[in-house]
C-alpha cells in the first residue's frame, strides 16, 4: 500500500475519533451544567425529607384522634 493512503485513513480516523470525543466532551459538560439546576431548583421545589416526616407524623395523629372518637360514638 501506499504511504499516502494510510495517511489518509490514519488522518479519516483520527478526524473521526477527536469529533466523537469532542461530541462526548459536549454531552458531559451539558449534563454537568443540568446537574448544577437541579441542585438549585431541588430546595425550592421538593419538599425536604424531615418536613415530610413531620407532616406525615401530625396526619397520623390527627387519624388516630378520629380513630378514637368514631370508636368512642360506636359503642354507645
Known amino acids: 500500500m501506499?504511504?499516502?493512503?494510510?495517511?489518509?485513513?490514519?488522518g479519516g480516523f483520527m478526524a473521526l475519533l477527536g469529533w466523537l470525543?469532542?461530541?462526548i466532551w459536549d454531552a458531559v459538560?451539558?449534563?454537568?451544567q443540568d446537574v448544577?439546576?437541579?441542585e438549585v431548583s431541588l430546595p425550592k421545589e421538593y419538599v425536604g425529607?424531615?418536613?415530610?416526616?413531620?407532616?406525615?407524623r401530625e396526619?397520623?395523629?390527627m387519624l388516630k384522634q378520629l380513630f378514637e372518637h368514631l370508636?368512642?360514638?360506636v359503642d354507645k
Open 49 to 56: 425529607r424531615n418536613d415530610y416526616k413531620e407532616d406525615i
Open 2 to 10: 501506499d504511504q499516502t493512503f494510510l495517511n489518509f485513513v490514519f
Open 71 to 73: 370508636s368512642t360514638k
Open 36 to 38: 448544577k439546576e437541579i
Open 21 to 23: 470525543g469532542k461530541t
Open 29 to 32: 459538560q451539558e449534563l454537568k
Open 59 to 61: 396526619i397520623k395523629e
